[in-house]
């Protein structure tokens, strides 16, 4: 089945630096890939997400890139402020069920002020 | 997107006991799982909750241990069953958009077993 691993599992920058969270997937079969941010005690929330058919997807301060050669996605946040400390993660799936999805281990950013 | 309510929000369960998980969403859905995110760790799917048929579970997770209601298109169950200390957790439902097939998660149970 599927494996997503997730790298870094902790990742302090500063404040107004760029973080930059990777994970690489097994299946190739795998067509939808999320980023989730969970702040402490509350649920995972949607940030951005990327499907199969396209490379890079920007969202303000997020953007996510996929190649699919490699099995590899990234997030990446810009101009980090210090409400984006939380938890992130990674996950995949295919076919059209995108609620179907297999985590990473999750990377605890912490933005420093 | 679609507003999850997920009762009890905490619980403290003595062990060998069994608890009922609810989920109610605002809108009919066609897609709903339940997710494990044991302490400190990742999230793990327990099982596709099916309208009108059994779940389908995931490896390691089993009918007797997990059983799964779902009895229309808004509404699931997960139930822990002959609780131990292990299953202490937080247990989350999610749905997923039909439209675009994003999935949005309930605010999670948090359960301890004593």
């Known amino acids: 089945g599927e494996n997503v691993e997730q790298h870094p599992s902790t990742l302090s920058v500063q404040e107004g630096d760029s973080a930059v969270i990777k994970c690489t997937y097994s299946?190739?079969?795998?067509?939808?890939f999320p980023w989730y941010k969970q702040e402490l005690g509350k649920r995972p929330q949607l940030i951005i997400d990327?499907?199969?058919?396209?490379g890079e997807k920007k969202d303000q301060r997020i953007a996510v890139t996929l190649n699919k050669t490699a099995k590899h996605f990234s997030l990446h946040i810009t101009e980090t402020q210090p409400e984006d400390s939380a938890v992130y993660f990674c996950?995949?799936?295919?076919?059209?069920?995108?609620?179907?999805?297999?985590f990473g281990q999750g990377t605890e950013l912490s933005v420093k002020p | 997107s679609a507003v999850i309510s997920q009762k009890p929000s905490r619980d403290i369960c003595q062990r060998g006991t069994s608890l009922t998980i609810q989920c109610q969403v605002d809108?009919?859905?066609?897609?709903m799982f339940w997710y494990r995110q044991q302490p400190g760790q990742s999230l793990t799917l327990i099982a596709t909750?099916?309208?009108?048929?059994?779940?389908?579970?995931e490896s390691g997770f089993v009918i007797d241990k997990f059983p799964i209601s779902r009895p229309n298109l808004t509404f699931s169950t997960l139930t822990v069953s002959n609780m131990s200390p292990e299953d202490s957790s937080i247990y989350l439902c999610?749905?997923?958009?039909?439209?675009?097939?994003?999935?949005?998660f309930g605010q999670g149970t948090r359960l301890t077993v004593v």
């Open positions: 996950a995949a799936s295919k076919g059209n069920q995108g609620g179907k999805l297999i």
């Open positions: 999610s749905v997923e958009n039909t439209r675009n097939t994003e999935a949005f």
């Open positions: 299946d190739s079969a795998s067509n939808y």
């Open positions: 990327i499907r199969s058919n396209v």
């Open positions: 909750a099916n309208q009108g048929s059994e779940a389908t579970y």
């Open positions: 809108s009919q859905v066609t897609m």
